[in-house]
RNA sequence: GCCCUGGUAGUAUAGUCCGGUUAGUAUACGGGCCUGUCGAGCCCGUGACCCGGGUUCAAAUCCCGGCCAGGGCGCCA
């Protein structure tokens, strides 16, 4: 039986002859009646079987239905709706296409809610959720509006190596990946591959996809394995350019949610609003005495904490009431090697980070495309610059001021929808303990 | 990797401190009742103490180790 309609589209006119196909949510039989709920994608149905005026077959089928079979059924729309979820069919055909084995090993419905884990097992059947698979209806409309912004303004999709040849910035946290006789690398972060096209002449590109890492993180915003949107542009002034394509960059992906989602934020119980531009930019080493300020000691040419990020964004919550801010003028001495420094104050690079709701979103900033400054900077770094020849030699014949940013995607989903742990923003997550499904 | 907390039916939990009847509840599952349910309701039933070792007359309960999970930290997207 071929489907007529998703549920979301029959229409409320009594007697129009409908077919669906999904699976069933709920079941209930009372008196003369049997009622069967039947989900698809789009939304829910119940079929409402008369025990007294169907045909045998139909009511045979119907009373063995059970939770979780997958079900196609033709019927008609009564003339006279009851049912709350808004959409009825009385229906003439039952088909079952597959049986669900019972109980079922988690409780989809939401009634008894099952731990993250015991889901993550049977990720399959926990997307069933309406609420599960709203998130990630949300994800592909944020990557719609990101990817519509750059493609509209001039940034070309590419593609770099997932499996690279050396470490790039140390190597602790990278997998290793056997590549015939010698050991290969699954890349942590494009970068390095996005600046050599900026050299070929890109200009403006973006690479949408995964990256790994090899730590074993125990916390609820890390995946051993997520997909960034990697931006790279060419021909800046300094880092401030990249700032504003990152904001108008996210600006637009959430935009697009907020056109095209709230159905899916409701259902999550969400807020997400539109934010406004430009995002206020805060810059070391003025972080320090504003950390002082809020009693958080951390010494000139240290790295922020976790708990100086948090602080930050409740800083910037009560000036500017944004929910959105950069961080900007990193110490040097806590960045990688292909960072641009501020001439006139070398201590400082032109490194910025992205927060949102005190999560950090992505790091970026201005590069160096200065062949002797690159190299300089690989010795302060005591990096093995014959290790890194591939990347850097080419910076001999030539390359433009650049900068660019890589955006976490499962981040920034999982701030933007107020999720309480990062796994229930991929489909599949990998984790430390977690290699499967 | 470190610190804290935890692991009990398919799922989610009570019980554990202070060892001792038949390990309680909800939901799912099986059966029954109910003339419109919509987290329906009512009755009956099936079903569980993470793994290994130790202490003890006796261990879900106390001790040790392992594995796994949740939270925090570190690392970062």
């Not at 539109?274 to 810059?283: A, I, T």
């Not at 591939?390 to 976490?408: D, L, S, V």
Request: aromatic share 10%; with cysteine.
């Amino acid at each position: 039986m071929k489907r007529s309609h998703y549920i979301s589209d029959i229409p409320a006119e009594p007697g129009a002859n409908v077919r669906i196909a999904g699976w069933v949510e709920n079941t209930k039989e009372v008196g003369r009646l049997i009622f069967i709920w039947v989900r698809d994608r789009t939304g829910v149905a119940q079929l409402t079987v008369k025990k007294n005026s169907v045909e045998p077959e139909v009511l045979e089928t119907a009373k063995a239905i059970g939770l979780h079979d997958f079900i196609a059924a033709e019927g008609t729309v009564p003339d006279k709706i009851t049912a709350k979820v808004g959409v009825e069919i009385i229906p003439s055909r039952i088909e079952v296409l597959s049986r669900a084995d019972k109980p079922l090993p988690l409780d989809v419905s939401g009634v008894v809610e099952s731990n993250l884990d015991t889901r993550l097992d049977w990720r399959a059947i926990d997307l069933r959720n309406p609420k599960q698979q709203a998130v990630f209806k949300v994800q592909a409309k944020l990557l719609e509006g990101m990817q519509e912004y750059l493609n509209t303004h001039g940034y070309l999709q590419v593609f770099t190596p997932c499996l690279i040849g050396a470490p790039s910035e140390g190597g602790a946290e990278l997998f290793e990946v056997k590549f015939f006789d010698k050991t290969a690398y699954l890349r942590q972060d494009p970068q390095l591959h996005r600046q050599l096209l900026m050299v070929a002449g890109f200009d403006r590109i973006y690479d949408l996809g995964p990256n790994w890492r090899a730590e074993p993180s125990h916390t609820p915003r890390h995946l051993c394995e997520h997909r960034g949107c990697a931006v790279e542009l060419s021909f800046i002034d300094d880092e401030h350019d990249v700032m504003r394509v990152e904001e108008e960059l996210v600006v637009n992906g959430i935009k697009n949610v907020v056109e095209e989602c709230q159905k899916e934020i409701e259902l999550l119980g969400a807020e997400v609003e539109v934010p406004k531009r430009p995002f206020p930019e805060l810059r070391f080493p003025e972080v320090y005495e504003i950390l002082e300020s809020m009693g958080k000691h951390i010494p000139r040419g240290e790295d922020l904490d976790r708990e100086a990020e948090k602080l930050l964004a409740r800083y910037v919550k009560e000036k500017y009431g944004h929910d959105f801010f950069f961080v900007n003028r990193f110490p040097y001495r806590v960045k990688p090697f292909y960072v641009m420094r501020v001439d006139e104050e070398p201590e400082w690079a032109r490194s910025i980070d992205l927060v949102y709701r005190g999560l950090e979103l992505s790091s970026g900033g201005q590069r160096e495309h200065r062949y002797e400054r690159i190299i300089e900077q690989v010795g302060d770094k005591g990096m093995n610059l014959e290790n890194l020849r591939w990347f850097t030699e080419f910076f001999r014949y030539g390359a433009p001021p650049h900068g660019g940013f890589n955006i976490g995607v499962e981040r920034l989903t999982m701030a933007m929808l107020g999720l309480g742990n990062i796994r229930e923003a991929a489909s599949f997550p990998r984790a430390p303990e977690r290699l499967l499904p």
